[in-house]
C-alpha cells in the first residue's frame, strides 16, 4: 500500500476544505470573512481606502500611521501620522492626497511626501480636473493646480466644518456637519441637496433618534457615490439614497440595523449591494432588511468598509482588516467539491442537536467562557469581595503610636537621706498607644466610589471577554461541522440554529447563565 500517496491526497483534501471554508462560506452561499495575511504593527486599523490602480491594493490607516498593503498583501510604512482621508487624483490615479490633523500631502507614485497645506484640523481632501478641494474644521479650501493660493467659497461653506468629500466627474459633494452640496466645475456654484432635517428638493421627515456615540460629531458621517445621479447618505436619522442626482430622496429600511451604534456603508457593484459597520459587526441589506455577516469576523467592532471592482469587501477592525471575497468563493468551492468526490466518509447533520451530542466529548461553551472568566481574571465576584471588604473595614482598628522625650532636666528632691538632697533624675518620656474604629463604613465605605469606578471597567472588559470568546468558539464549531459535512449542502437551517444558540450564550455570558435559567423555569 502507497501510504506517501494516501497522506498526500488526506492533506490535499484537508487543504481545499480549508480553503474552501476560509473562501466559499456556511450559508447564503456567501464566503465568510478572513483576516489579512499583511503584517501590519498596529492590530487597530481604522480606514481602509481601496487603490483603483491595482487589483488587490489598498491602504490601511491607524491612529499612527498609514500603511500601503500591495496585491501579495506586502505592507509598507506611507506615513507615521494618523491620517483622517486619502484621495487618488482624478487625472492621475498615480498622485494621492492624505488629509491630516496638521495640514494635507501628496505624493506621486513612490516619490517623497510633501506639504501643500499647513493647516490644523484638516478633514478630507478630493480633487476634480486641476482643483483641489479641502475640508477643514474652519471650512471648504479650494486651490488650483497652477496657483499656490488657497480661497474660500463664499456662504455656510467658508465657516462650517467640512467633513466628507467625495468627486465624481466633475462634480464634487460636500458635507458638513448637517448638510449635503454637490459642486458643479462646469457651472461653478454650489447648491446644497440635502439635509438632516428636509431636503431642499424633496420630502423628508424629520426623525429624533438619540445617539450615545461620541466620537461622530456630524449628522452626516458616511457618503457613497455610485454614479452621477446615485449616490447614498448615511446619517444619525437614517440612510438615504437618491437616483436623480439629490432632486428626491428615499430612506432605507433600517430594520435589523443598529443605526445608533454605525461607522460606515458601503456600496457594492452587485447583490447585495449596501454594507453597513458598526460597532457590533458588519450588516447586509437584503430583501428589504438589514442581516448581519458575522462568520470568519473575530470582533464586533468595525471602523470602516471599502471595496474594490470587483465586489471583494474590506473592513477596518480594532483586531486588523478582514477580507470577504465574493467573487472567488464559488470557483474555490468547485475545487473542494471535486477533491470532496473522491470520498463517500461524510456527515450531514440535521439539526444542532445533533451537532451539540457529535462534540459532547469537548467542553461547552458556558465552560469555555468561565474559564475564560476566570483566566482573565474579571469574575463578578471579585467586585462582591471588594465590597465585603470595604464593610468588614469597618471592624479594623487604626493603629497608631506616638512617644514624646522632654530634653530639660527633671529636679526633684531625695528624701532617702540626710539631709534632703536635691537631685537631678533622667530625661522625661513619654508614650502612648491609640486604636480607633471609623463604624460608619459598615453603611458607606469612602472606597465605594473607587470600587464603583473600578467595577464599570472590568465590567466592560469582563463583557470583550465573553463576546469574544463566544465568537470564537462558535466560528470553530462551524469549522468543525463543514470538515465533516458536504461544503456546499450544509442546511441554512442549521446555520441559523447554531447563531441562535450563539446568541443565548452570549447573552447567558453577561448575565451568569441567567437567561437559560430563567428560559428553563418559565418552560
Known amino acids: 500500500m502507497n501510504w506517501e500517496k494516501i497522506i498526500k491526497i488526506k492533506i490535499n483534501y484537508f487543504v481545499a476544505i480549508v480553503v474552501a471554508v476560509l473562501g466559499f462560506g456556511f450559508a447564503d452561499n456567501h464566503s465568510v470573512w478572513q483576516r489579512a495575511w499583511a503584517r501590519i504593527p498596529e492590530s487597530q486599523t481604522k480606514k481602509i481606502f481601496y487603490d483603483t490602480r491595482k487589483d488587490g491594493s489598498f491602504w490601511v490607516a491607524t491612529s499612527r500611521a498609514l500603511y500601503y498593503v500591495d496585491s501579495k498583501q506586502v505592507s509598507s510604512v506611507v506615513i507615521n501620522k494618523e491620517i483622517g482621508w486619502l484621495s487618488q487624483d482624478s487625472n492621475d490615479p498615480d498622485v494621492i492626497y492624505l488629509a491630516a490633523q496638521d495640514g494635507v500631502y501628496t505624493r506621486t507614485g513612490n516619490k517623497e511626501l510633501r506639504n501643500v497645506l499647513l493647516k490644523h484640523g484638516c478633514l478630507s481632501v478630493t480633487s476634480i480636473g486641476k482643483q483641489i478641494f479641502v475640508g477643514t474644521k474652519q471650512g471648504l479650501m479650494i486651490r488650483n493646480a497652477s496657483s499656490e493660493r488657497w480661497i474660500n467659497p463664499t456662504g455656510k461653506l467658508a465657516t462650517e466644518a467640512v467633513h466628507l468629500l467625495a468627486s465624481y466627474g466633475n462634480l464634487v459633494y460636500i458635507s458638513t456637519p448637517t448638510a449635503l452640496y454637490r459642486y458643479e466645475s462646469s457651472s ?15 420630502d423628508l421627515e424629520t426623525e429624533t433618534i438619540e445617539d450615545e456615540r461620541t466620537e461622530i460629531n456630524p449628522e452626516i458621517f458616511d457618503l457613497d457615490i455610485v454614479d452621477d445621479k446615485t449616490l447614498y447618505v448615511s446619517a444619525r ?9 439629490g432632486h428626491n430622496w428615499e430612506k432605507i429600511s433600517l430594520e435589523g440595523l443598529p443605526l445608533r451604534l454605525m461607522t460606515a456603508l458601503s456600496v457594492l457593484p452587485q447583490e447585495p449591494r449596501l454594507w453597513a459597520a458598526t460597532s457590533q459587526g458588519v450588516y447586509r441589506f437584503i430583501e428589504n432588511r438589514w442581516k448581519e455577516q458575522y462568520q470568519g469576523l ?17 473592513a477596518a477592525t480594532n483586531r486588523g482588516f478582514f477580507i470577504l471575497s465574493t467573487q472567488k468563493a464559488l470557483a474555490v468551492g468547485d475545487i473542494a467539491n471535486n477533491v470532496q468526490s473522491n470520498f463517500s466518509t461524510q456527515t450531514n447533520f440535521r439539526n444542532y442537536m445533533e451537532i451539540e451530542q457529535r462534540f459532547k466529548d469537548e ?38 503610636t506616638g512617644i514624646d522625650r522632654s530634653a530639660t532636666d527633671l529636679m526633684h528632691w531625695d528624701t532617702g537621706g540626710t539631709p534632703d538632697v536635691l537631685s537631678k533624675g533622667r530625661d522625661f518620656i513619654d508614650w502612648d498607644v491609640n486604636l480607633s474604629w471609623n463604624l460608619g463604613d459598615m453603611v458607606w465605605s469612602s472606597d465605594q466610589t473607587s470600587i464603583d469606578s473600578r467595577s464599570k471597567l472590568m465590567v466592560e ?3 470583550e471577554v465573553l463576546d469574544q470568546v463566544t465568537r470564537i468558539y462558535f466560528e470553530r464549531r462551524r469549522l468543525q461541522v463543514v470538515l465533516l459535512s458536504n461544503v456546499t449542502l450544509v442546511d441554512s437551517v442549521v446555520d441559523d440554529q447554531m447563531r441562535l444558540a450563539e446568541l443565548t450564550a452570549i447573552i447567558d455570558g453577561y448575565t451568569g447563565g441567567g437567561f437559560s435559567r430563567a428560559i428553563e423555569d418559565r418552560s
Open 461 to 463: 472588559l469582563r463583557e
Open 363 to 400: 467542553p461547552s461553551v458556558s465552560d469555555v467562557q468561565k474559564m475564560a472568566v476566570i483566566y482573565a481574571d474579571v469574575h463578578p465576584d471579585k467586585i462582591k469581595r471588594w465590597h465585603r471588604q470595604s464593610r468588614l473595614k469597618a471592624f479594623v482598628p487604626t493603629l497608631s
Open 298 to 314: 473575530h470582533t464586533n467592532l468595525v471602523y470602516d468598509l471599502a471595496h474594490d471592482d470587483d465586489g471583494n469587501l474590506y
Open 188 to 202: 461653478d456654484q454650489y447648491k446644497e441637496i440635502f439635509s438632516t432635517g428636509v431636503s431642499k428638493e424633496g
Open 237 to 245: 436619522n437614517g440612510i438615504y439614497a437618491t437616483n436623480d442626482a
